[in-house]
């Protein structure tokens, strides 16, 4: 009746960014992702059958209400699978560099899905482990998988939707620099900003009708080891699911200046013959994939650029691991 699991943070590559059916939180768009072996979340399940209600710990803190409330639904489809009705404590922890400022939902709801399926004695293989953890956070339902793996977009009521691995880590040896600009927490979170994006954008439409062009591509050269035509479809996918973020209504602008002048950087290095490609998330830190020969060069380039306070190199991960 208990189990740990450890998942590791992705990157999306090709965006996510809306939603094709809230209630089931099915993705309107395919999604591409590197998972980073850096940035992990452990997470212990124990269903203890003395507990009156689920305890939950992130941290070393309580979660608040909403944090608890996210863990809990989980927690509950798991018990009506597992016929099972002891309460639970789930503890977690972030291994991020401190102060990371990057999201961590998309590993704490892989580590807790494969954690609290283990400790219910439920054996789901990982595209059913993935599954579950999409209904959670979509996001997430990518970290089950380690390397490059794809999340296609679903329809209303897909409720068994799943990500798939596309290439282990070790198919290409890429490096990711994480170039943080601004301290504090995202002010809009994706799942709200996706859906006012949805509701109010007049861009929604559009992006919805390119995303997966530039997932196709980016699949492509996943396939064929090529960075130039990666980075080029990895940067439109980001600057255009950050234009529907800006056309809502009220707008909803991620960006600090040291974003801009982080993409300057990149563009910079271009120039100088460095292959090196920017991606940004519901948040203002600019995330640069490159070349592992190249990775310092760009780390130095970022490190020198104006309001970047912190960068780490971070490399391609493996799968969710349940350790008992
Ligand atoms: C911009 O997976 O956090 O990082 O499914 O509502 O939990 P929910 O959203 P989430 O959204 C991630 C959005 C993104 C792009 C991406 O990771 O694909």
């Not at 009708?209 to 699949?219: L, Q």
Request: with cysteine.
């Amino acid at each position: 009746m208990e189990a740990s699991a450890k998942a590791c943070a992705n990157i999306a590559l090709a965006k996510y960014w809306g939603k094709a059916d809230p209630k089931w939180n099915v993705p309107a768009v395919p999604s591409i992702s590197l998972t980073l072996s850096q940035l992990v979340t452990e997470t212990r399940v124990r269903f203890d059958p003395s507990l009156s209600t689920d305890e939950v710990r992130l941290d070393g803190r309580r979660a608040s209400a909403a944090e608890a409330a996210r863990v809990i639904a989980m927690l509950e489809r798991i018990r009506r699978e597992a016929r099972l009705r002891s309460s639970a404590k789930v503890t977690s922890h972030n291994h991020f560099p401190t102060a990371a400022g990057l999201a961590s939902s998309a590993s704490g709801f892989a580590a807790l899905a494969a954690a609290a399926c283990a400790a219910a004695g439920l054996k789901h293989d990982p595209r059913r482990l993935s599954a579950l953890a999409r209904v959670s956070s979509a996001s997430a339902a990518r970290s089950i998988f380690g390397g490059f793996v794809e999340l296609p977009a679903g329809r209303r009521g897909e409720s068994d939707l799943s990500a798939r691995q596309l290439a282990p880590a070790d198919h290409w040896n890429l490096r990711l620099i994480v170039a943080l600009t601004e301290p504090g927490k995202k002010k809009v979170g994706s799942t709200e900003g996706m859906e006012r994006s949805r509701k109010t954008s007049p861009y929604y439409q559009a992006w919805l009708e390119a995303a997966p062009g530039w997932a196709r591509t980016i699949k492509r050269a996943i396939r064929d080891r090529d960075l130039d035509v990666l980075g080029a479809a990895m940067e439109r996918s980001t600057l255009a699911f950050h234009c529907c973020a800006i056309t809502s209504d009220p707008p909803i602008l991620y960006w600090a200046p040291a974003t801009l002048a982080a993409l300057a950087t990149v563009r910079g290095l271009r120039e100088r013959g460095v292959s090196a490609w920017a991606t940004m998330d519901a948040g203002p830190h600019v995330k640069t994939l490159c070349r592992m020969g190249d990775a310092y060069r760009v780390r130095q380039a970022l490190d020198r650029t104006p309001g970047v306070t912190r960068t780490w190199i971070a490399e391609p991960g493996p799968d969710v691991e349940v350790i008992r």
